[in-house]
Protein backbone atom coordinates (compact mmCIF):
# COMPACT_ATOMS: atom_id res chain seq x y z
CA UNK A 1 0.00 0.00 0.00
CA UNK A 2 0.95 3.29 -0.96
CA UNK A 3 0.27 7.17 0.02
CA UNK A 4 1.73 9.90 -1.99
CA UNK A 5 0.78 13.55 -0.92
CA UNK A 6 2.36 16.45 -2.45
CA UNK A 7 3.89 19.55 -0.76
CA UNK A 8 2.79 22.38 -2.24
CA UNK A 9 4.21 26.20 -1.53
CA UNK A 10 3.07 28.89 -3.64
CA UNK A 11 1.53 26.82 -6.34
CA UNK A 12 4.57 24.84 -6.94
CA UNK A 13 5.06 21.29 -6.36
CA UNK A 14 8.63 21.09 -3.40
CA UNK A 15 8.22 17.67 -2.84
CA UNK A 16 6.32 14.80 -2.03
CA UNK A 17 5.32 12.77 1.18
CA UNK A 18 5.11 9.07 0.46
CA UNK A 19 4.00 6.30 3.53
CA UNK A 20 4.17 2.89 2.56
CA UNK A 21 3.27 -0.01 4.05
CA UNK A 22 3.52 -4.17 2.82
CA UNK A 23 -0.16 -4.85 3.75
CA UNK A 24 -2.26 -4.09 0.53
CA UNK A 25 -5.38 -1.62 1.41
CA UNK A 26 -4.13 -0.95 4.43
CA UNK A 27 -4.54 2.18 4.26
CA UNK A 28 -8.25 3.86 4.77
CA UNK A 29 -9.28 7.05 3.31
CA UNK A 30 -9.75 8.90 7.18
CA UNK A 31 -5.89 7.95 7.40
CA UNK A 32 -5.48 9.36 3.85
CA UNK A 33 -7.22 12.47 4.86
CA UNK A 34 -5.24 12.92 7.79
CA UNK A 35 -2.06 12.83 6.57
CA UNK A 36 -3.32 14.92 3.85
CA UNK A 37 -4.17 17.68 6.27
CA UNK A 38 -0.73 17.14 8.33
CA UNK A 39 1.07 18.00 5.25
CA UNK A 40 -0.55 21.16 4.38
CA UNK A 41 0.48 22.28 7.90
CA UNK A 42 3.80 21.34 7.42
CA UNK A 43 3.67 22.90 3.65
CA UNK A 44 2.42 26.55 5.12
CA UNK A 45 5.58 26.24 7.93
CA UNK A 46 7.92 25.10 4.95
CA UNK A 47 6.82 28.32 2.82
CA UNK A 48 6.78 30.47 6.09
CA UNK A 49 10.19 29.18 6.12
CA UNK A 50 11.33 30.30 2.68
CA UNK A 51 9.40 33.83 2.81
CA UNK A 52 11.50 34.85 5.76
CA UNK A 53 14.71 33.48 3.73
CA UNK A 54 13.89 35.81 0.95
CA UNK A 55 12.98 38.73 3.26
CA UNK A 56 16.26 37.97 4.90
CA UNK A 57 17.57 38.15 1.35
CA UNK A 58 16.13 41.23 0.79
CA UNK A 59 17.85 42.91 3.51
CA UNK A 60 20.99 41.70 3.09
CA UNK A 61 21.57 42.30 -0.21
CA UNK A 62 21.26 45.96 -2.16
CA UNK A 63 18.70 46.06 -4.24
CA UNK A 64 20.75 47.69 -7.36
CA UNK A 65 24.07 45.58 -7.34
CA UNK A 66 22.99 42.34 -6.20
CA UNK A 67 26.41 42.61 -3.70
CA UNK A 68 25.63 42.34 0.20
CA UNK A 69 24.47 45.35 2.18
CA UNK A 70 26.89 47.36 3.83
CA UNK A 71 24.69 46.21 7.24
CA UNK A 72 25.61 42.56 6.27
CA UNK A 73 29.18 43.54 5.52
CA UNK A 74 29.90 45.28 9.08
CA UNK A 75 28.61 41.98 10.85
CA UNK A 76 30.97 39.55 8.83
CA UNK A 77 33.95 41.65 9.36
CA UNK A 78 33.60 42.23 12.57
CA UNK A 79 32.69 38.29 13.31
CA UNK A 80 36.22 38.01 11.03
CA UNK A 81 38.30 39.67 13.28
CA UNK A 82 37.66 37.31 16.42
CA UNK A 83 37.52 34.16 14.28
CA UNK A 84 39.76 34.14 11.23
CA UNK A 85 43.65 34.00 11.49
CA UNK A 86 43.92 36.86 9.03
CA UNK A 87 41.70 39.14 6.33
CA UNK A 88 41.77 42.21 3.57
CA UNK A 89 39.62 44.55 3.46
CA UNK A 90 39.15 46.48 0.08
CA UNK A 91 37.64 49.74 0.05
CA UNK A 92 36.57 50.87 -3.33
CA UNK A 93 35.36 53.70 -5.01
CA UNK A 94 34.63 54.72 -8.94
CA UNK A 95 36.76 57.68 -10.07
CA UNK A 96 34.74 60.26 -11.75
CA UNK A 97 31.16 58.68 -11.09
CA UNK A 98 29.61 62.01 -11.42
CA UNK A 99 30.95 62.82 -14.60
CA UNK A 100 29.80 59.51 -15.94
CA UNK A 101 26.04 60.36 -14.19
CA UNK A 102 26.57 63.69 -16.07
CA UNK A 103 27.42 62.69 -19.22
CA UNK A 104 25.36 59.10 -19.71
CA UNK A 105 22.63 60.05 -17.14
CA UNK A 106 22.12 57.77 -13.71
CA UNK A 107 20.22 54.87 -15.15
CA UNK A 108 23.83 53.96 -17.10
CA UNK A 109 25.82 54.82 -14.25
CA UNK A 110 23.53 52.40 -11.72
CA UNK A 111 24.62 50.08 -14.75
CA UNK A 112 28.12 50.61 -14.23
CA UNK A 113 27.73 50.01 -10.74
CA UNK A 114 25.88 46.78 -11.83
CA UNK A 115 29.01 45.88 -13.70
CA UNK A 116 31.56 45.95 -11.23
CA UNK A 117 29.32 44.78 -8.63
CA UNK A 118 29.17 41.49 -11.19
CA UNK A 119 32.90 41.38 -11.69
CA UNK A 120 33.63 41.34 -8.16
CA UNK A 121 31.22 38.60 -7.35
CA UNK A 122 33.22 36.53 -9.88
CA UNK A 123 36.45 37.17 -9.03
CA UNK A 124 36.05 36.97 -5.39
CA UNK A 125 34.00 34.09 -5.77
CA UNK A 126 33.28 32.31 -2.32
CA UNK A 127 36.56 33.27 -0.80
CA UNK A 128 34.78 36.19 1.08
CA UNK A 129 31.88 38.56 0.22
CA UNK A 130 31.44 41.81 -1.85
CA UNK A 131 29.46 45.07 -0.40
CA UNK A 132 28.09 47.67 -1.56
CA UNK A 133 29.56 50.42 0.69
CA UNK A 134 27.32 53.21 0.12
CA UNK A 135 26.80 55.55 -3.22
CA UNK A 136 29.73 54.65 -5.92
CA UNK A 137 31.95 53.03 -3.28
CA UNK A 138 31.89 49.33 -3.09
CA UNK A 139 33.84 47.22 -0.89
CA UNK A 140 36.16 43.10 -0.83
CA UNK A 141 36.56 41.36 2.61
CA UNK A 142 38.26 38.22 2.53
CA UNK A 143 39.26 36.32 5.69
CA UNK A 144 42.53 33.53 6.02
CA UNK A 145 44.57 35.80 3.38
CA UNK A 146 48.23 36.44 3.01
CA UNK A 147 49.36 39.56 2.28
CA UNK A 148 50.55 38.74 -0.88
CA UNK A 149 47.82 37.26 -2.09
CA UNK A 150 45.85 40.40 -0.79
CA UNK A 151 47.65 43.02 -2.54
CA UNK A 152 47.95 40.60 -5.89
CA UNK A 153 43.72 40.20 -5.71
CA UNK A 154 43.25 43.85 -5.15
CA UNK A 155 45.43 45.08 -8.14
CA UNK A 156 43.67 42.89 -10.25
CA UNK A 157 40.58 44.22 -9.43
CA UNK A 158 42.39 47.81 -9.96
CA UNK A 159 43.28 46.26 -13.81
CA UNK A 160 39.90 44.34 -14.86
CA UNK A 161 37.54 46.86 -14.29
CA UNK A 162 38.28 49.07 -16.90
CA UNK A 163 38.48 46.00 -19.34
CA UNK A 164 34.75 45.17 -18.47
CA UNK A 165 33.13 48.28 -17.78
CA UNK A 166 30.75 49.83 -20.76
CA UNK A 167 31.84 53.28 -20.64
CA UNK A 168 34.99 52.46 -19.48
CA UNK A 169 35.94 53.75 -16.09
CA UNK A 170 38.47 52.90 -13.49
CA UNK A 171 38.35 52.94 -9.53
CA UNK A 172 40.49 53.64 -6.80
CA UNK A 173 40.60 51.42 -3.52
CA UNK A 174 42.24 51.44 -0.54
CA UNK A 175 43.45 48.10 1.04
CA UNK A 176 44.22 46.99 4.81
CA UNK A 177 45.73 43.65 5.74
CA UNK A 178 45.22 42.28 9.55
CA UNK A 179 46.54 39.15 11.13
CA UNK A 180 45.44 37.67 14.71
CA UNK A 181 49.01 38.74 16.43
CA UNK A 182 47.49 42.15 16.27
CA UNK A 183 43.75 42.14 15.71
CA UNK A 184 42.59 45.25 14.59
CA UNK A 185 39.65 47.38 16.28
CA UNK A 186 36.40 46.87 13.95
CA UNK A 187 36.28 50.80 13.31
CA UNK A 188 39.92 50.78 12.85
CA UNK A 189 39.97 48.79 9.86
CA UNK A 190 37.08 50.94 8.08
CA UNK A 191 39.05 53.77 9.05
CA UNK A 192 42.41 52.95 7.60
CA UNK A 193 41.09 51.26 4.29
CA UNK A 194 39.41 54.51 3.85
CA UNK A 195 42.68 56.78 4.34
CA UNK A 196 44.41 54.29 2.09
CA UNK A 197 41.54 54.75 -0.71
CA UNK A 198 42.09 58.61 0.12
CA UNK A 199 46.09 58.70 -0.40
CA UNK A 200 44.92 56.37 -3.63
CA UNK A 201 42.85 58.98 -5.29
CA UNK A 202 44.95 62.11 -3.98
CA UNK A 203 48.22 60.26 -5.45
CA UNK A 204 46.54 60.07 -9.02
CA UNK A 205 43.76 57.27 -8.81
CA UNK A 206 43.05 54.41 -10.25
CA UNK A 207 45.46 52.51 -8.62
CA UNK A 208 45.02 50.57 -5.31
CA UNK A 209 46.86 52.19 -2.37
CA UNK A 210 48.01 49.87 0.94
CA UNK A 211 47.41 51.21 4.20
CA UNK A 212 50.62 52.33 6.16
CA UNK A 213 50.55 53.52 9.17
CA UNK A 214 52.97 57.38 8.19
CA UNK A 215 49.90 57.79 6.37
CA UNK A 216 47.92 60.75 7.64
CA UNK A 217 44.35 59.44 8.91
CA UNK A 218 41.29 60.64 7.39
CA UNK A 219 38.32 61.52 9.90
Not at 52 to 80: G, P
Not at 187 to 192: A, D, G, N, P, R
Request: net charge negative.
Amino acid sequence: SIMAIPMIVEERINGFSIVLHEDPYFFSFDSFKLMQSLIHHSSLAISNSILRNRLQEMVDRDHLTKLYARRFSDSYVEQSIQQDDSGMFLLIDIDNFKKVNDTYGHQVGDEVLVQIGSVLQREIGTRGICSRWGGEELAVYIPNILDHEAIKIAQMVVDIVPQTTSPSVTISAGLITWHKQVRPDFQEIFLHADTALYNAKRSGKNRVCLFEESMELQY
